[in-house]
């Protein structure tokens, strides 16, 4: 992003809303000024209001994830719905991931929480599209899981922990996740599984009232 439209996000993450002439630095041509403002306009991100100008509803949707020292974009953790769900026969869901990270692992079928839904809403959703399943679902807790590789990042993320029985429907066996499949779970803790996953297995096994959290780390 050009060093002008940074610098109108920031007056307006500061001053919430102005017009043209408090935005404007002085000593910047008025006609390559207007042309970065009119960018953000198209963009919308920014939006005109009479004489004055002010975040759009996308607008502060983006600089909620910028860094307010540099306004550059924050590598932000993920946040998912994990789905347990076992059959009559007592057997667990799982799926084998197809790509990276964790491509070739096991463990139980997730995804990414869409902007605007619910966290049951979320799980549902990823439950139909990766499995063709269906459950009545209850929210069990949360897990916060770090991954790391040689001292360095791999994964973060916020998993909100949905477990449901006897689920309706036919299984997908093949998405673009990789291949869904039921098995009953002997160990746990083996190296085939996703890293956190033993820890969230045996919390989902307590009987225990209310929600679990747990904050996990692991090293590939």
């Known amino acids: 992003m ?3 439209q940074r610098h109108i996000l920031s007056r307006l993450i ?3 809303s102005c017009r043209y002439r408090d935005l404007k630095p002085k000593e910047v041509d008025g006609n390559l000024f207007t042309y970065h403002l009119k960018q953000l306009l198209e963009a919308q991100l ?10 759009s ?7 909620d994830r ?14 998912v719905s994990l789905i347990a769900v076992r059959n009559r026969r ?5 799926y084998k991931r197809g790509r990276q990270p ?7 079928p997730y995804g990414k929480t869409h902007l605007g839904e619910t966290v049951l809403e979320a799980a549902k959703r990823e439950l139909w599209e990766k499995t063709g399943l269906e459950a009545d679902l209850t929210h ?7 991954v790391t590789r040689d001292e360095e990042l791999v994964s973060v993320m916020l998993a909100h922990v949905f477990a449901g029985k006897n689920p309706r429907g036919s299984l997908k066996t093949n998405s673009s996740i990789g291949n869904c499949f039921w098995a009953k779970i002997v160990k746990p803790d083996a190296k085939v599984f996703f890293p956190g996953f033993a820890d969230i297995f045996q919390l989902l096994a307590k009987k225990t009232k209310g929600r679990f959290f747990t904050e996990l780390f692991y090293q590939l």
């Open 2 to 4: 050009h060093q002008l």
């Open 46 to 55: 920014v939006e005109r209001s009479a004489n004055t100008y002010k975040l």
């Open 14 to 16: 500061n001053l919430g």
């Open 102 to 108: 964790f491509k070739g692992m096991v463990g139980f």
């Open 57 to 63: 509803a996308s607008g502060l949707r983006y600089v």
């Open 140 to 146: 069990r807790g949360d897990a916060y899981v770090t």
């Open 90 to 94: 007592g057997d667990w869901l799982l």
């Open 66 to 79: 910028l860094s307010l020292s540099d306004l550059k974009e924050r590598i932000q953790p993920k946040i």
